[in-house]
């Protein structure tokens, strides 16, 4: 039924999108194959929040913990994550939290359940509910990157609001999709994070980025990134611009 209703979404979104003067997307991914007039991107903002001083960061932790918050949905590959994770050898200590809710999260705790039985992970994998305001900002606090989760063809339906939270506390990314989308290009092109294909047989190609990277270096490049495309004051002067309204 997913794809059918998609299907039925888009025709209608199709059919309005044409009559309107100015078509705003949120990213190049949601009108790749769309042939709209007058169409620009505007991302979605972040709230800038408090974040830990740059003193206070360390270029290499004992323990880098990697956090994915929010929903875990038919859009997002946990599932493909979880078997990417269970076939790495991984050369540092890292810990994953998962507080999530969404379609696939009781599935998702289940297969975590089994996988820490069967390989002895309970240290690297961590799963609970969704957060409350300040359990979040604490939890954000805590997180050295981001985890974005996008199965195939997910980028042309969702571009994540968790992608520029992470970014809004200074987070560099891990993005693990098909690459076929503009998070892959965004995540390259300004050099805020990782991008692993779903295809890859394991996440051991984290082993080279982690320890290659300046991590403070990376997490300057995301704030600077939050700043210029995600920030609420610069996405209100786009749309006031856009409406010929910023005079």
């Known amino acids: 039924k997913i794809p059918f209703l998609f299907g039925f979404y888009r025709y209608l979104s199709d059919k309005l999108l044409h009559k ?3 078509n705003i997307f ?26 830990r001083d740059t003193e206070e960061i360390i270029d290499s932790p004992m323990k880098y913990h990697v956090g994915y918050f929010g929903t875990l949905g038919y859009n997002h590959s946990g599932i493909e994550f979880l078997h990417l994770f269970n076939h790495s050898n991984l050369d540092f200590q890292v810990e994953f939290n998962f507080n999530i809710s969404g379609a ?6 289940s297969l ?15 799963v609970s509910g969704s957060l409350d305001e300040s359990d979040y900002h604490n939890a954000m606090l805590n997180t050295d990157f981001g ?10 339906t969702v571009f994540p609001s968790k992608f520029a939270a992470h970014l809004s506390y200074g987070h560099p990314i891990i993005l693990i999709s098909d690459q076929k989308n503009d998070l892959h290009d ?30 403070k270096t990376v997490r300057n490049n995301s704030l600077f990134v939050y700043e210029k495309y995600f920030h609420y004051e610069n996405i209100g002067k786009a749309f006031l611009k856009e409406m010929n309204l910023d005079d």
Do not use: Q
């Open 186 to 215: 965004f995540v390259i092109k300004n050099a805020i994070g990782v991008s692993i294909s779903l295809s890859s047989k394991n996440l051991n190609c984290l082993n080279d980025y982690m320890s290659n990277i300046s991590y």
């Open 26 to 51: 949120l990213s190049k991914s949601h009108f790749r194959s769309r042939e709209y007039l007058n169409k620009c991107i505007i991302h979605t903002p972040a709230v800038s929040r408090e974040i």
């Open 20 to 22: 309107i003067s100015k």
């Open 112 to 126: 975590v359940l089994d996988c820490n039985d069967s390989y002895n992970s309970s240290r690297y994998l961590k």
């Open 104 to 109: 696939l999260a009781n599935e998702f705790k």
């Open 147 to 156: 985890l974005i989760l996008l199965s195939p063809n997910g980028g042309d």
